[in-house]
Every structure is written in structure tokens, then in C-alpha cells.
């Protein structure tokens, strides 16, 4: 199985979210750095899902 490189556009898409908030939690550790290609820069789709299952995970421990 291939898993997908995304743009910040793609991740933002995803995430309902603006390209800055993407670069912002990328930043701070929330989501995962990027996988640099070249000048180029995008995510692999499995690591921005485990980072949304991870915050789920941790809001349902909070919330126990």
C-alpha cells in the first residue's frame, strides 16, 4: 500500500483548517514536521491520521 504525500493545502483541506494553522501546529509538535522533497514539503498521509487519532485518544482520556 502507497501511502500518499499531501500538501499543506491537502492537510489544511483535511483538517478544516488554513495552510498557517497547519505550518503552526507543525511547529509547536501537534502534527508532524513535514518530509522535505527537495525545495518541496508534504506529509505523509499516515502520519497527519495517526496525529488526529492521537488527539482523539488523548481527548477521550481527558474526558474519562
Not at 49 to 59: I, N
Amino acid at each position: 500500500m502507497t501511502d500518499r504525500l499531501l500538501t499543506d493545502a491537502e492537510v489544511a483541506s483535511f483538517l478544516g483548517v488554513s495552510k498557517a494553522t497547519v505550518w503552526r501546529h507543525a511547529a509547536k509538535g501537534s502534527l508532524p514536521k513535514p518530509v522535505k522533497l527537495g525545495h518541496a514539503s508534504r506529509w505523509p498521509e499516515s502520519d497527519v491520521q495517526a496525529a488526529v487519532d492521537q488527539l482523539k485518544a488523548q481527548r477521550d482520556s481527558e474526558a474519562a
